[in-house]
């Protein structure tokens, strides 16, 4: 990447003094709602640090590393399908193959650890590795190229789901 | 290993997915609402994404390139061992409008939280979901000390077809959400009841 695009990158499309006008008029953070208050996890987030988690970077700087580096500037999967945010990462039990991560990055290590726990939604994922949802689906395109992990395939589209499903919903959420 | 547990030949139950999402207006409490039923405290998620085209593989040109952070809400609500349904909540700007595509997709349906002292926020989503043929409820979160109207009126109002459900309710409450998504969820059941009519109930 050039020093203009990190430049870019880093500071943002307006300049350098201004923090990311996404997180200050976004809905999450501006809003007076009770979860307006907690502070989103990690260090890109917005203000400056906080006493709970001092970081020597500036939080406007952006991440450490850049997210789309782990997925070495891919953008899209390997995967023939776009995955959906609710699709669920499920391990295959070759991930349990000793031997099986050493060409592995560790997030790739770490997408396969909290599967393990609970197979988990492509969503969930992102948010707990505080990773872009466009890099996570990369990472996960990998492992299911490499047999790793399946993904499930929520309910096409076209065909809305059936009917004795949806009585399943309701019963479901009134038994709450 | 670097996996860091001995053999887990475990079988995981492979739940069905589903998604129910949340829109409406600035501050109107999609955040407060996905809360009030999520067993998980609402995870935010983001997307980075470039507005000038989304393969962007080459990095020629990076000067037009205009990289934007979407946060995202959701939550979960595991109804059994083999059905959770997440929540969404849609990002609140109207430029991130083609994110509610992917959303969109595959959703069981929608709630669109109204807030009465500033209906016209609600218009695009409702409009939004019309169109689609997304199925989806109106809740009117009824905030402390803002005025209350009739259910009729918001409706005129909302110029709400007959058949969408107008529901009151309060973010806050997770029984009153819980009223809320069942309406969504009864509204997608007679939407997918006439549209397979030939499958007797």
């Not at chain 1, 399946?150 to 019963?171: C, G, K, Y």
Request: with cysteine.
């Amino acid at each position: 990447m050039s020093d203009a695009a990190e430049r870019n990158q880093l500071n943002g499309p307006d300049g350098p003094s201004r923090p990311d006008e996404s997180y200050g008029s976004s809905e999450p953070y501006g809003s007076n709602e009770p979860y307006a208050a907690y502070e989103p996890y990690g260090a890109k987030q917005d203000g400056p640090t906080t006493p709970d988690h001092p970081h020597w970077f500036d939080d406007e700087a952006g991440p450490v590393v850049r997210p789309y580096a782990m997925t070495r500037g891919r953008t899209s999967a390997a995967t023939r399908h776009r995955l959906d945010l609710i699709a669920l990462v499920v391990p295959e039990p070759a991930a349990d193959d000793p031997g099986r991560d050493q060409t592995l990055s560790p997030e790739h290590v770490e997408i396969v650890e909290r599967c393990f726990e609970q197979p988990q939604s492509i969503a969930e994922l992102a948010a707990g590795l505080d990773l872009p949802v466009g890099v996570v689906r990369v990472l996960v395109g990998d492992l299911v190229e490499d047999e790793l992990v399946h993904v499930t395939r929520p309910v096409p589209p076209a065909e809305l789901p059936d009917v004795s499903i949806l009585r399943e919903v309701i019963n479901g959420l009134r038994a709450l | 290993m670097a996996f860091g547990r001995s053999s887990r030949k475990k079988q995981y139950v492979e739940p069905v997915t589903l998604k129910i999402l949340v829109a409406g207006g600035f501050g109107v409490g999609k955040t407060t609402l996905v809360g009030a039923v999520s067993e998980i405290r609402p995870l935010r998620t983001e997307e980075i994404l470039s507005e000038a085209g989304r393969p962007v593989d080459d990095l020629h040109g990076v000067e037009a390139k205009k990289t934007t952070t979407v946060a995202m809400d959701f939550g979960r609500i595991t109804l059994r061992e083999d059905l959770v349904l997440y929540l969404f909540g849609t990002p609140g700007q109207d430029r991130f409008w083609f994110l509610w595509d992917e959303l969109a997709q595959g959703a069981l349906g929608a709630v669109v939280l109204a807030d009465t002292r500033r209906l016209e926020d609600s218009f695009a989503a409702i409009d939004y979901f019309e169109r689609r043929g997304i199925p989806f409820t109106v809740a009117v979160n009824c905030f402390e000390g803002a005025q209350r109207f009739p259910a009729e009126s918001v409706r005129g109002a909302l110029d709400l077809d007959p058949e969408v459900e107008l529901v009151m309710c309060d973010a806050r409450d997770r029984e009153s959400v819980k009223n809320v998504l069942v309406a969504v969820v009864q509204h997608a059941l007679v939407l997918a009841d006439q549209s397979h009519s030939t499958v007797a109930p």
